[in-house]
């Protein structure tokens, strides 16, 4: 009898260790490195962001330590919300640019970029013009902006931005150029932009590091970009 409770006991003891090790064990589960947001299953979320961002892009102008310089940059100047922060990479001409974001991030805030991208508007020359929203679809649709080259780690990992699920084409949308943006366009009008973007989920708070590179092989065109930001 006493060493059948001695049994009873031991399994007790075991089941118990087990009920107490399964929590840790799924919280160790559940962190699984940084995530992106699907672009399939949100791709009129993509869509919006991708023309959102051109926006904002045409509506900030370059200035020493703003988000478009080299080096220690104020990421957050002119950032349309606080749920998702844009970065970028080189403008008009390829191009190598290392970025540390002096302003912390916010915990629940997404990151959107574009590995490569393009815009073709009713306000450039050749081969970025489009006098219609039909024809600003055709434009960037054209073989010269077949994207080629692509990657894009967060933290070493990697996600598979080659994947044609992640070549995105905006609805045509309207623009406000301001006096020294970086496209350098000094005319307001009507765009549609075509990349292959990225959306990330929340980053876990501490410091990060983003790198993404993306080419247009007809058009000799390549850009490479690293970012380091902290989220608190």
């Given at each position: ?5 001695r049994?009873?006991l031991?399994v007790?003891?075991a089941?118990?260790?087990t009920?107490?090790?399964t929590?840790a064990?799924?919280?160790a589960?559940?962190d ?6 699907d672009?399939?299953?949100?791709q009129?979320?993509?869509?919006t962001l ?9 509506s900030?102008p370059?200035?020493t330590?703003?988000p478009?310089?080299a ?8 950032q ?5 922060l ?7 001409a390829?191009g190598t ?5 002096t ?14 991208n393009?815009?073709c508007s009713n306000v ?5 013009f ?5 024809k ?10 077949d ?5 894009a ?11 044609v699920?992640f070549?995105?084409?905006?609805r045509?949308?309207?623009f406000?150029a301001?006096?020294g ?5 000094s005319?307001s009008?009507?765009?549609t932009?075509r990349g292959?973007?990225?959306l ?5 708070k ?6 993404f ?11 490479s970009?690293?970012y380091?930001?902290?989220v608190n």
């Open positions: 009898m006493l060493q059948r409770q049994l009873v031991a007790l003891a089941m118990l260790a009920v107490l090790a929590p064990l799924a919280a589960g559940t699984q490195g940084p995530r992106a947001v672009p399939i299953a949100q009129a979320r993509y869509q991708s023309a959102e961002w051109w926006q904002w892009a045409f900030t370059v200035e330590g703003g478009f310089d080096g220690q940059v104020r990421c957050a100047v002119n349309p919300g606080s749920d998702v844009f970065l970028a990479a080189p403008f008009n390829s640019v290392d970025r540390s974001c302003d912390p991030v916010r915990r629940a805030t997404q990151i959107f970029f574009p590995v490569i393009t815009e450039e020359p050749d081969p970025f489009g006098a219609t929203a039909k600003r679809r055709d434009c960037v649709n054209m073989d010269r902006f994207p080629a080259g692509l990657s780690t967060v933290d070493g990992h990697s996600f598979p931005v080659s994947e699920k070549d995105i084409v905006s045509d949308f309207a406000t301001v006096l943006n970086p496209v350098g366009l005319e009008g009507q765009s932009t292959v973007w990225l990330l989920e929340p980053l876990q501490g410091r990060h590091t983003i790198r590179t993306g080419s247009y092989p007809v058009l000799n065109f390549s850009v970009v690293a380091r930001l902290t």
